[in-house]
């Protein structure tokens, strides 16, 4: 019989999940205004490879966090230059069209590679089990979501705003036009954080294998949920998809714990409700 | 720039005729349908997939009027097709089996539906409305699904009755009659909205499309002309829904998924929008490399769907119907 | 009892616009006679746009009031001011880039005749719309050009189409915001030759820069300045006022 706290640690556990899968497509949106929903599949990207290290190539789990973050990152990059960067300043729904089609092609890659059916994952045996934390009874698998969430958001705002390439980043997002006549290398500035946030959409992928399994319908069943909280949060702030991505954990875990028969519901009419009574999000920039 | 250049007279007999013009029925038309009507009488003719074929048509069309005539996006569309097709299963479950008139109330609940979705999302565009047409498909999936008890759930509306078309002709098994009905029901609908394009409401939806601001300095009712078209998009998809559930005498809760509501989208991205019979030619398109190429490599034809999907954004962005158009004015000026 | 023939026709009291800490407006009066020819000039930031859309009813002050034919319109959307008769053009044209100039006329015809309602009644069945259209066209100089796509028009059509559109509503009030704006001098000249002549019975405001159309075609001009209205004289007061040297150069 788990106690609130336990369901509030889980949905936070889930948000910061949904965080890390989703800042670098927020920062990406918000910088290009690129609507970018091939994202989720590098995140099943990143899942895929976790299942190749550690089932296939047999290294360890810790090893496979980093090679998905790297991959994903490099499998963004080379879309981002090679595809991409030619449909910057298209109208959304031609960007929700293009990346949509690459949807489809990753998943029928994937299917073809390893199958259609959920990949067996298996991590270390002290990321299984539970541990008495403060009287609660926490899963540490979900302990450690919750801490890599945090480091990374954490290493992220400090890095937005006391780096130099924070600030580049920032001036991006803030009026691209502008950075680049004052000299900034936007196209470089472009190309990392895609880099960057295609690498963390990885590593989320990775992260979730254990919780959410992997699959080659990934991508569409997680597709609706990244839309939510970067549109909910606001594009372009990292700290608004943190907010967003902990509200929907916490509303999606705790409502299918109390009302099962409501469930997805709740989150959909909170996303509905925001962006009507704030399209540009909750933390999003020209309001 | 003189004020007086040429006649008045010469220039306005060629305005009357451009418009004059713009309303004719060109051959392609005339044949289009007439294909349509033929399609009936060959032999061994696929009449199941036609008629799906046929209703895609039409549900892609009402989805034009919002997106490709008044520019409005929307990424839920399907909710209204699902809307149609549960009140028209309703019906036929619970002893109103005429299929005109169940028709006719499915359309008209989905049309109202419609009338207040539009009334909402007046202030909004761009991401937001997207999500939010989104969001709204997403709540009525999940209520739909989950109210298993009042709507089958993921079974479906069991029990659903039609009688036959005008009190003659049943439903068979071979889909001959389903076909007429979902010919005749998507030609008549089509009227309406051809006349309704070309009339000067049909301008003034472009008009907006084109330039809302200038639109408002012209004293243009923008607020209702959206609730208006949103009604009427809506009241079109309920009736393609109505349509399948009747000719299947089946529904369930895909009807308004969002699969649905975005494989509505790329079939009318794929045929073209602004022309009506775009909804129709990406329909062909789809439905008939989906058969085909599932038929293949049943696991790999997501592949080719979204290498097309990529191919045309990147160098058809038009779509098929608009780009014939163009091939066929550049070949008609050698 | 005030002549109704000789009360102002647009007037603002105690205009005050602010955008968040940015004020533009502070306190404006302003009061344009019916049938005036009147010209709005001033540096740029002076506020004559927003004004102009404070008169159209884009925005909406943070106080004051905009009075038109003695009625308070602050409150009115720009579509009620629009039929009640005010009609503007953008500095910047606001066209329907993908539809040819006949059809954007019809389109605003029927927008002013209320033809444009919900029907199945073909569009070329509206004689009347079509005919004023086209003899619009013709007024303008842009019969040649009937049928070509808009975009695709050179931009001294493209202004001239702009202000046909204002024209087309047949308004009481028309504001033309540097109708010029873009033109080489002699069409610049030319476009206002033509609406000297169109405008025979429409009060006419107009923002402008180049200080020949103004002193030609003005009967009163007013001065902003840092959101303030400095002076108000005919064409000759103006050119020799003092205030106006300082608001342009700087003393």
Known sequence: MATIATVLFNGVAYGMLLFIMSVGLSVTMGMMNFVNLAHASFSMLGGYVLVVVTQQLGLPFLVSLPLAFIIAGLVSIILERTVFRYFYGTDDLTQVLLTLGLIFMSIAIVTYFWGGTYQQISVPPWFTGQQDVFGLTLERYRMFLVAVGAVLAVVMIFGLERTRFGACVRACVDNARVARACGLNTELVFAVTFAIGGGLAGLAGALSANLLGIDPNFPLRYLVYLLIVVSVGGMGTITGTLVAALLLGVADVAGKYYAPEIGGFVIYTITVLVMLWRPHGLMGRRA | MSTITEPATATRTLANQYFAGLARWSIWEILFWAALVGLFFVPDANLPLYGQIVIWGLFAMSLDLLLGYRGIPSLGHAAFFGIGGYAAGYLGKFGWTEPISGLVIAALLAGIIGWLT?????????????????????????????????????????????????????????????????????????????????????????????????????GAPLERDVTTVFAIAAAFAGAAGAVLTQTTQFVSPTALSFQRSADVLVILIIGGTGRLYGGFVGAFVFLFLRDWLAELSPVYWYFWIGLLLVVMVAFFRNGIVPSLETLVGRLRRR | MTDPQNSPILEARDLHMAFGGLVVFERLNFALGRGERHAIIGPNGAGKTTFVSLVTGLLRPTSGDVLFDGRVITQETPQQRVKAGIARTFQINSLFKALNPLASLVIALAQRDGRANVSLRSVSRERKLIDEANELLVKFGLAGDALTVTETLPYGKQRLLEVALAFALRPQLLLLDEPAAGLSTAQGHELFRQLAVLTADTTVLFIEHDMNLVFRYADRVSVFAAGALVVQGTPDQIRTHARVREVYLGT
């Not at chain 2, 029990?159 to 010919?183: H, K, Q, S």
């Open chain 2, 118 to 218: 539009g009334r909402l999302i007046q202030r909004v565009s761009g991401i937001a409305l997207l999500m939010v047409t989104l969001g709204l498909n997403l709540i009525l999936y999940d209520i739909v699904h989950r109210q298993s008890g009042l709507t089958g759930g993921d079974d479906g509306l069991q029990g659903i009755e039609i009688a036959p078309v005008l009190g003659l002709f049943r439903f068979d098994i071979f889909g001959r009659t389903a076909y007429l009905y979902a010919l005749a029901i998507t030609f008549v609908l089509f009227l309406v909205a051809r006349a309704l394009v070309k009339s000067p409401f049909g301008l003034a939806l472009l008009g907006a499309r084109e330039n809302p601001r200038r639109m408002i300095m012209l």
